[in-house]
């Protein structure tokens, strides 16, 4: 009976072991940190209830916490320690300097994020300057960005230029104690300024900065001192910003001042000096044949120069006045009278002429006109430089000239008369001969080749130049330059040669053809040319233009007597008739009957 019990215990025993050994239930573990931003590889796969991590992100995000803990229900306390876009490194600038906590420390590198509560002081590059002491990264909805963002602007350029002498600050003085930033010493990022104290009474004071700085910032004043002769408009200049940069209040120049006057006719000046500031008045005294048309002369500003108002003060006492020059439309030059003192007896009219193309032409006369004369018309001449001087005539001299120049435009070359025309068997000659420069400088000659028969001019003037290849019915055979043709020439008709580029192409003896020559002038961009019918072809020979007009007198002739001689037939066809008219007969019907 021992049997049963002890097997009982056991089986007991065995059932407590095995539900011991079942697991207990726990906190879950928390998967290794992970999420946009934050640098993953660093961390376990797996981390227990309560434990912390150290956060670390990208270097274009920031960490909200520095640490972060596994809750109990295997989640981090923040699902997303990093958050996107720090604070970039700001453009333009050389160097930046870090403040946390109130202290300043220096950066050994250029950091390219910054977290929010970063606050920076930056260094620009010459010639720009920071407008604000501090820069302090904000945390915003969407990230960081900085409280300002004009890091870097574009200082005052000093202002240069040969007639600018020196530049300096001008500051307020108070009480006899001056404040001025003197020059500057850097041990890299410290600086410290220099203090001067001047016992001066006077209410401004100036110290000359050109030599230690070629840029100013915001605000800064100064004064601008010009060389002798000249003179700055304004007082002082103020470097204000004008939105991303920054500019003097006023443009900065040296203006030159009024020189002693040494016009026409002027004999002194009162006061006497070399030069005068804005708004000086002087007095004037003129020399003898001259009157003065103001007492007095007064330095004015003009386009941001010093003039003299009136410029020309002294007149001469005889002075004509031109109211009309020639042109070319109309070459009359009429004149007045303007005298203060003295009656004028007459005029004197001078004109010269000359070509700039042909030195060997000059033409010159001289008029003595009387006092009722008022106007002269003029033979002005094609292509010619004219020069004209006037001026009136008194008992007590001569006046000053008026003088006035033009040039007249081109016309036609003359139409020549001489070229001719020879047929020697089989070859037919064109001779040519140089035409004049009356009316311009001659360019070229051009022999114009038009099959049909035509001794119209018309055909030539309006003729564009063509090649044979383009027309053969109407071409350019021969294009010869003026300097090539200083001397009768002899030309070849259709020698298959090359002139200018113009291809003489061979006659055909069975047709027609008319020869034409034109002559053209060009001068100052105007072109103008004249043409002149050479010869006609006709059945192999060659006509002169003036044989046709000689045939056409003779038929017009001809037809003239044969009306005549019609005339007196029927004349005397007339008288011959009975009562000395024509009868005329008209017949009687056949069933006619008279009574």
Not at 147 to 171: M, T, W
Not at 340 to 349: R, V
Not at 404 to 411: K, L, Q, R
Not at 522 to 545: D, L, Q, T, Y
Request: proline letters at 6%.
């Amino acid at each position: 009976m021992q049997i049963p019990r002890i097997f009982c215990l056991f089986f007991i025993t065995l059932c407590l072991l095995e539900s011991d050994a079942s697991p207990v239930s726990g906190p879950a573990q928390c998967r290794k940190p992970g999420g946009e931003g934050i640098i993953s590889e660093q961390y376990k796969e797996s981390y227990d209830y309560g434990e912390e991590v150290e956060v670390r992100c990208k270097p274009e995000y920031y960490a909200l916490f520095q640490d972060i803990t596994c809750g109990s229900s295997g989640q981090w306390d923040v699902p997303l320690p990093c958050v996107a876009a720090k604070c970039k490194h700001p453009e333009g600038v050389v160097a930046v300097r870090t403040r946390k906590d109130r202290l300043y420390y220096r950066r050994r590198w250029i950091e390219e994020f910054y977290s929010p509560g970063d606050e920076i002081t930056v260094w620009c590059h010459k010639g720009y300057y920071s407008p604000h002491d501090t820069y302090t990264c904000l945390a915003t909805e969407n990230g960081s960005d900085w409280d300002r963002h004009d890091f870097c602007i574009p200082q005052c350029k000093a202002p240069s230029g040969e007639e600018i002498d020196l530049v300096e600050k001008y500051l307020d003085q108070h009480e006899g104690w001056y404040f001025h930033f003197g020059q500057r010493y850097y041990d890299r990022w410290d600086y410290y300024d220099l203090w001067d104290y001047y016992d001066r009474r006077d209410y401004y004071y100036r110290r000359a900065h050109s030599g230690r700085s070629n840029y100013n910032n915001l605000w800064d004043t100064i004064m601008v001192r010009c060389n002798e002769g000249f003179f700055t408009p304004f007082k002082v200049y103020t470097c204000v910003s004008n939105g991303s940069s920054s500019d003097w209040d006023n443009p900065v120049s040296c203006v030159a001042k009024c020189k002693a006057p040494r016009g026409e006719g002027i004999q002194s000046v009162s006061p006497s000096r070399k030069t005068y500031d804005h708004d000086d008045l002087i007095a004037v005294q003129c020399n003898a044949g001259y009157y003065p048309i103001s007492v007095a002369m007064r330095c004015v500003t003009t386009n941001g120069s010093h003039v003299w108002d009136p410029p020309a003060p002294c007149k001469a006492l005889n002075e004509t006045n031109v109211i009309k020059f020639p042109s070319v439309e109309d070459d009359t030059i009429k004149w007045s009278w303007q005298n203060h003192t003295e009656e004028i007896i007459g005029h004197q009219l001078n004109i010269s002429a000359r070509r700039a193309y042909n030195n060997s032409f000059i033409e010159k006369e001289s008029h003595w006109l009387p006092v009722n004369i008022s106007e002269f018309k003029m033979q002005s001449k094609p292509g010619t430089f004219y020069e004209i001087q006037i001026r009136g005539l008194t008992l007590s001299g001569a006046g000053t000239y008026r003088t006035w120049s033009f040039e007249t435009p081109i016309a036609e070359p003359p139409v020549s008369v001489r070229n001719e025309v020879f047929f020697n068997g089989t070859t037919t000659y064109v001779k040519l001969f140089p035409a004049t420069d009356l009316n311009g400088p001659i360019s070229h000659y051009e022999i114009i080749v038009k099959e049909m028969e035509t001794n119209s001019s018309d055909v030539c003037s309006g003729y564009s130049s063509t090649h044979y290849n383009a027309n053969p019915r109407l071409y350019t055979a021969a294009q010869i330059p003026a300097h090539n043709l200083t001397q009768p020439t002899t030309l070849t008709l259709g020698d298959g040669q090359r002139y200018s580029d113009f291809f003489n192409a061979p006659l055909n003896a069975s047709l027609q053809y008319s020869v034409f020559v034109r002559v053209t002038s060009v001068w100052n961009e105007v072109k103008r040319s004249s043409c002149s019918v050479a010869v006609f072809h006709k059945g192999g020979r060659w006509i002169s233009p003036s044989g046709y007009i000689y045939v056409s007198i003779i038929v017009k002739i001809i037809l003239l007597l044969m009306l005549v001689l019609l005339y007196f037939i029927l004349q005397r066809k007339w008288r011959s008739e009975p009562g000395g008219k024509l009868q005329i007969h008209t017949p009687t019907p056949a069933n006619t009957q008279t009574p």
